[in-house]
């Protein structure tokens, strides 16, 4: 089956992997080398971008870069960025939740990933490109159980999740990002 979506920077044991149309870039596969062509969807890492970027001393040389390289092949293919609510890519080089779209018809949204089945609540920015705003799919209904689990585990009554439950992506929200990528025109800048 020919590849229709890509998904950038994800883990080795990835959901995505198991799906036909995904054409999947984790840490051994450089998603640098990612040619274009089809809509994709980008994890870049957070660590250097995010409120405790100053502590992050283990982060490779040249991560911080690669989110920008992302903003680059979403607004040339069409495609989402996600990072953490919390992420200063939004301040510095994305539209805001709210904000108009930008001079490429990119806008920002925020998602809870727990609506979409992860066991913690966990804030997400997604700057969408190649989409209008009024034909992204439908958005989960609000999840009204309670969770044990919290990312960071230090919410009261809760355990801090394992670095997979961090990194994962919910079946339910690849199931949306292939939804959207679906409507989205292939474009180049």
């Known amino acids: 089956m020919e590849k229709k979506y890509a998904a950038l920077f994800v883990r080795d044991d990835s959901a995505y992997k198991k799906r036909e149309a995904w054409d999947a870039f984790d840490a051994t596969r450089d998603a640098r080398t990612?040619?274009?062509?089809?809509?994709?969807?980008?994890?870049?890492?957070?660590?250097?971008?995010?409120?405790?970027?100053?502590?992050?001393?283990?982060?490779?040389?040249?991560?911080?870069?690669?989110?920008?390289?992302?903003?680059?092949?979403?607004?040339?293919?069409?495609?989402?960025?996600?990072?953490?609510?919390?992420?200063?890519?939004?301040?510095?080089?994305?539209?805001?939740?709210?904000?108009?779209?930008?001079?490429?018809?990119?806008?920002?949204?925020?998602?809870?990933?727990?609506?979409?089945?992860?066991?913690?609540?966990?804030?997400?920015?997604l700057y969408i490109c190649g989409l209008a705003l009024r034909d992204l799919p439908e958005l989960p209904k609000k999840r009204l159980e309670h969770t044990d689990r919290s990312i960071c585990g230090n919410v009261a009554g809760t355990k801090r999740c394992t670095q997979y439950q961090r990194e994962y992506s919910p079946e339910a929200l690849i199931d949306w990002f292939e939804s959207a990528l679906s409507k989205m025109h292939n474009k180049r800048i």
Do not use: Y
């Not at 992302?70 to 301040?91: A, D, M, T, Y």
């Open 34 to 125: 990612f040619e274009g062509g089809i809509p994709c969807v980008c994890h870049p890492p957070c660590r250097k971008w995010g409120v405790l970027a100053h502590m992050a001393h283990n982060a490779r040389p040249g991560e911080k870069r690669l989110a920008l390289w992302s903003i680059v092949q979403v607004r040339r293919n069409g495609g989402i960025i996600e990072h953490p609510s919390g992420s200063k890519l939004f301040k510095r080089h994305l539209p805001n939740v709210g904000d108009l779209p930008d001079e490429f018809g990119g806008f920002t949204i925020e998602v809870d990933q727990f609506d979409f089945g992860h066991v913690a609540h966990k804030m997400t920015k």
